[in-house]
């Protein structure tokens, strides 16, 4: 069973998303900032990551960018509710910070959902709580 990590400062949409997540068997940890995501990955074994793009304080871009420095490659599906399509800037720059596919709120979030999983089962088992990841220079 995978642990998927949750980070979204709406607790209504976390909600939905840990319902998807355990209808796929799924075990959830959620968050609803960065700072307290990052805090989650130093205590518990995570298998892959879902980062709102938007939230106050620590927004999805500086959480992935910490995320790849401090705990290497998990799998990250990069959620947006402020889509005009995936081609807006923020969700390139994600995609060029290290998250590994994106998708829009309210529409796609299933599927994508399903791909992330599938990212994850290729990976292989989480990584130790704290434990030090080799991250590529």
Sequence with gaps: MHTILVVDDCADYREFLETVLKRHGCRTV??????????????????????????????????????????????????TGGCIGLRNPYVNAALALGADMAACKGGGEVESIRGLLDLVAASGPAPRAGAAQSVPA
């Excluded at 609803?32 to 995501?37: F, I, K, L, R």
């Excluded at 879902?50 to 939230?55: A, F, G, H, K, S």
């Design 30 to 79: 959620s968050r609803d900032s960065g700072p307290s995501a990052l805090s989650a990955l130093g205590e518990l074994p995570v298998d892959g990551i879902i980062v709102d793009l938007v939230m106050a304080g620590m927004d999805g871009l500086e959480l992935i960018r910490a995320i790849r420095r401090q705990h290497g490659h998990l799998p990250i599906l990069l959620l």
